[in-house]
């Protein structure tokens, strides 16, 4: 040790003696000096100045049957009287969802995140929110989308008594009330108005489910006809993990295609977040296929066994990015019931989830001509609710289904949905077919090559969307809503797409319902995914829109994994190189193409990170597949006149 370091040393010491001594510092062995508390300008109990407000706010804590309790909040206009009850259900923070703007007056507070705010506040209803079992300030335990009671679920609880409790208490504890309830939500919080109609409250005077969770296998949130919706392990993991959502989704990429390709397979990337630790995560991986556990939870089946007491208005998006199988299922279901025909309205419009509270003149570069979610709010919502919620209110002058058809961009008034084919005309009547030399045509394929071939590699993956992808989100300038009306182009370049047009339509052709793939195809693998896509290719100059030139809008499309051919709970390997029939539905549309307007069908193999990879060799979990399994296969698309490809289109009269 130096000399200046020794000395350096000895002044810091003497310095620390001088300060002590003086009363600077306290002595380290002496007794600490006891201060007193400086006054809090906090207050033990505030209470806001609201005499102002219009409306009257009471959090409470309402018992359930089983003893559990779960916050609520009720907001009431003040002055009302014999006023009508709007309740929502919701994982998502009942507190925060109507304090996220604070205000004086219910539509403002409200605007932002309720269910059709301006209609519920303008028309004087009680909005009263509440967080579901298990989440932010209730009480009890948390399941996703908890199954009703039965064989999934031996409690004697689940959403549908939860919400008839809820109602049973709002209506006896809150005076203002003339004793009717609507339930009403989107996506999680649709799924709840679906819960409510089992063994529904006699409170309950309608149920509007807006895009709703329903089958979460076949088509909604988590897999679609097998593929798992990877880019959804997000919500999984912060829906799950705690609570209050505290613990969010994390990435050391800005591209999702890499973080995903990094880890390979879902299930690799769910051990490598600790997601083992989820209940939920943990049965999706027990239960790739489409078994008894997932059947048995469907909603649209659970409603199919029960009475219709209710009115229902079911409001389903045309391009849903999230739930778009949920609301067109359950009305499949539920419709057959309706022998008034007046009991459920379907709505169909052109908007993304949840888009029909927002603002709805377009959809990414998709214009409408007009404000479509204002429309269905102030000409179809309003005059719904305030017909079963409003004293002596007339009845609403509904059709039956009020669907949007773009293309030529106007509301229709249809007595049933779908228009076309209501008795059933074979599949072939109105047959697309796949043609040698890349082209679509309405004649079955007479001769000329007897297949078109391409190399699906899980090591390059077809990429959903153009890169970077971005992760699922609305906020931040994030465009996951409009990833369904994105321009096809960046796919109908590549080597491992088909893609097959038509000539340009000499007159309209209006399709109302659901396009059904009839695909022959073979691979050199033991399993496959084939994504079929059905697009509007507009003339290759629009006066009106210059940017929509050559624009390749997609109306339907959808995946299939191959190795449930055979049967959705029965996984099976494929026979390798040889021509297979696989037949699967896409959403469902309501459009017409246009004069001067190309059909463009194109087919691929992969739909990533959106959706898990195929391995493209048979395994029996694709979540647990190895790096080893991810092979190279060779993909056939057969238009042969006995191997003939098509798509049914449920074609209508304009």
Sequence with gaps: MTSRRIAARLNTALLAFLLAAAGAVPAMDAPQAKYPDYPSETPASFKPATASFDYVERD??????????????????????????????????????????????????????????????????????QDIRGKYGSEGDYVMN?????????????????????????????????????????????????????HPHPALKAAVPMNPMVDGWMGDDWFHHGAFREQNM????????????????????HDEYDLFMHYGSAGALGEAYGMQQLGFWNKILAHPAYDAFWQQQAVDKVLAAQPLTVPVMLVHSLWDQEDIYGALAVYRAIKPKD?????????????????????????????????????????????????????????????????????????????????????????????????????????????????????????????FRARPIQPIGYDNGLTWSEWLVDDQREASGRTDVLTYETAPLDKPLAITGVPVVHLVASTSGTDSDWVVKLIDVYPDQVAEQPDMG?????????????????????????????????????????????????????????????????????????????????????????????????????????
């Design 146 to 198: 908890r199954p009703v009671h039965g064989p999934l679920n031996p409690t004697p609880v689940d959403d549908a008594t939860d919400t008839y409790d809820t109602i049973d208490w709002l209506v006896k504890h809150i005076p203002e009330s003339n004793g009717r309830v609507a339930t009403i939500g989107i996506s999680y919080d649709g799924f709840e108005p679906l819960m409510s109609l089992v």
């Design 234 to 253: 997000s919500y999984i993991y912060e829906q799950e993990a705690s609570r209050d959502n505290k613990y969010k989704w994390w990435t050391d990429y």
């Design 550 to 654: 050559g624009y390749q809008l997609a109306v339907a499309m959808d995946i299939f994994r191959g190795r449930y051919r055979n049967g959705w709970d029965k996984p099976e390997p494929l026979a390798s190189n040889q021509p297979l029939a696989y037949r699967f539905d896409l959403p469902a549309t309501n459009h017409v193409f246009l004069p001067g307007h190309r059909i463009m069908v194109q087919v691929q193999s992969s739909w990533f990170p959106l959706y898990d990879r195929n391995p493209q060799t048979f395994v029996p979990s694709i979540f647990e597949a190895r790096p080893s399994d991810y092979v190279k296969a060779e993909q056939r698309i057969y238009h042969s006149p006995g191997e003939a490809s098509y798509i049914a289109l449920p074609v209508a009269a304009n």
């Design 339 to 463: 022998t008034s025909g007046d009991m459920v309205k379907l709505v169909i419009g052109p908007w993304h989830h949840g888009q029909e509270i927002e603002e709805g003149s377009s959809l990414g570069a998709i214009r409408f001509g007009s404000d479509t979610a204002k429309y269905f709010r102030e000409h179809i919502l309003r005059p719904f609710l305030a017909q079963y919620l409003k004293d002596g209110a007339p009845k609403a002058n509904l059709a039956p289904v009020t669907a949007f058809q773009t293309g030529t961009d106007r509301w229709q008034r249809l007595d049933r949905w779908p228009l076309a084919c209501a008795s059933g005309c074979p599949d072939k009547d109105r047959a697309l077919y796949l043609e040698p030399g890349m082209r679509l045509g309405f004649d079955a394929p007479a001769g000329g090559s007897a297949y078109d071939e391409y190399v699906s590699d899980p090591a390059h993956p077809v990429p």
């Design 60 to 129: 409470v804590m309402i018992p359930m049957r089983d003893g559990v309790k779960l916050n609520t909040v009720i907001l009431i206009p003040k002055g009302a009287k014999h006023a009508g009850i709007v309740l929502t259900r919701t994982p998502y923070d009942a507190h925060q969802l109507t304090h996220n703007f604070m205000s004086g007056h219910l539509e403002p507070l409200l605007q932002g995140y309720d269910n059709a705010a301006d209609v519920i506040a303008e028309d004087g209803y009680i909005r009263v929110i």
